[in-house]
């Protein structure tokens, strides 16, 4: 079955920078594009980052672009978020999913916090 394990998150400064990882098994990784969410308790899942199956397309959510970016490596079945300059509104669970799949894993969670 399907199986995503993010890992990469936790506590950093405002100004700060953190790499997240999501490992995915259970199906043929490099025929997915891959994206990342993130979540704030009470509010909707956010849509951060998408990259199609081979990083050839590669979209973000509003505000984002310029801070964040989205790699995978598929020889590693793994997809990247980089998260620079790091604000406290970016406090949240960072969920990924592969685009033909419902499955998600248990997140990672990301604390911006002087």
């Known amino acids: 079955q399907v199986q995503l394990v993010e890992s990469g998150g936790g506590l950093v400064q405002p100004g700060g920078s953190l790499r997240l990882a999501c490992v995915g098994s259970?199906?043929?990784?490099?025929?997915?594009?891959m994206r990342w969410y993130r979540q704030v308790p009470g509010k909707q899942r956010a849509f951060v980052a998408r990259?199609?199956?081979?990083?050839?397309?590669?979209d973000y959510g509003d505000s984002l672009e310029g801070r964040f970016i989205i790699s995978r490596d598929n020889a590693k079945n793994t997809v990247y978020l980089q998260m620079n300059s790091l604000k406290p509104e970016d406090t949240a669970v960072y969920y990924c999913?592969?685009?033909?799949?419902?499955?998600w894993g248990k997140g990672t969670q990301v604390t911006v916090s002087s």
């Open positions: 999913k592969a685009d033909g799949y419902t499955t």
């Open positions: 259970g199906f043929t990784f490099s025929w997915h594009a």
């Open positions: 990259i199609s199956s081979h990083g050839e397309e590669i």
